[in-house]
């Protein structure tokens, strides 16, 4: 199994510009997640997804942040004006169909960077 | 609300001697408990995970957890550790309260090993 995987590793990106994050889930896994990792904050969830639909985005920062997954395969998270506090690490994880209690699994990460 | 305390920020350890990394919960009914790692730029790895089956949890390389519900403890521990240990440990918590499967994070603790 390929994993979780996230596309691109690295963006280098200048204030106002639109960024466009990308990730694939685990094959058969039926709930994504996308985070965010900062040192002064940790681990944020943004965006949980359950069957491609998003159920809680209560921890979107703002209208700048946007979350798509238009089939099982494929979900997008879309920064319009980025801003140099959006600098972080973005996550994506993944989690299978099935009881409650499952654990999530994360991709590489993207390190975006805001100038 | 769930919610985990990592009792360190750091913890150094010679290599070949035993690793405790201290985790507290709280939670206001029986938890999902796990523990990821993150090596330098990588992503989160799970290390184990206790879901209500046996208390003792044993994970990859060589950790291992036990579930103390009298002490609302999650500690993990190695034997012996190795170089390739050093990374940043987090333990996690489920929160079903939002009716899915949240993750909650500690704020991490690093482990650095010495040769």
């Known amino acids: 199994d390929a994993g979780v995987i996230q596309s691109p590793r690295h963006e280098v990106t200048e204030m106002g510009q639109e960024v466009t994050l990308r990730c694939k889930p685990i094959s058969g896994h039926n709930s994504l997640f996308w985070y965010r990792q900062t040192m002064m904050r940790g681990l944020e969830l943004l965006i949980y997804f359950n069957n491609n639909v998003p159920i809680d985005d209560s921890g979107m920062p703002e209208d700048r942040f946007s979350a798509k997954m238009p089939n099982a395969s494929f979900s997008t998270l879309k920064i319009q004006p980025s801003e140099p506090r959006d600098s972080a690490v973005y996550f994506c994880?993944?989690?299978?169909?099935?009881?409650?209690?499952?654990?999530?699994?994360f991709g590489p990460g993207t390190r975006l960077t805001v100038t | 609300a769930q919610s985990v305390t990592q009792l360190d920020s750091h913890v150094s350890v010679s290599e070949g001697t035993p690793v405790l990394l201290r985790c507290n919960y709280s939670s206001s009914y029986s938890p999902s408990l796990f523990w990821y790692v993150q090596h330098p730029n990588k992503g989160l790895q799970l290390l184990l995970k206790?879901?209500?089956?046996?208390?003792l949890v044993k994970g990859i390389n060589g950790f291992e957890a036990e579930f103390k519900k009298s002490e609302t403890s999650f500690h993990l521990t190695k034997p012996s550790a190795h170089m390739s240990d050093a990374a940043e440990y987090f333990c996690v918590v489920s929160d079903l309260n939002t009716g899915f499967q949240k993750l909650v994070f500690g704020t991490g603790t690093r482990l650095l090993v010495s040769p």
């Open positions: 206790y879901t209500s089956a046996a208390t």
């Open positions: 994880a993944s989690s299978p169909k099935g009881v409650l209690r499952v654990e999530q699994y």
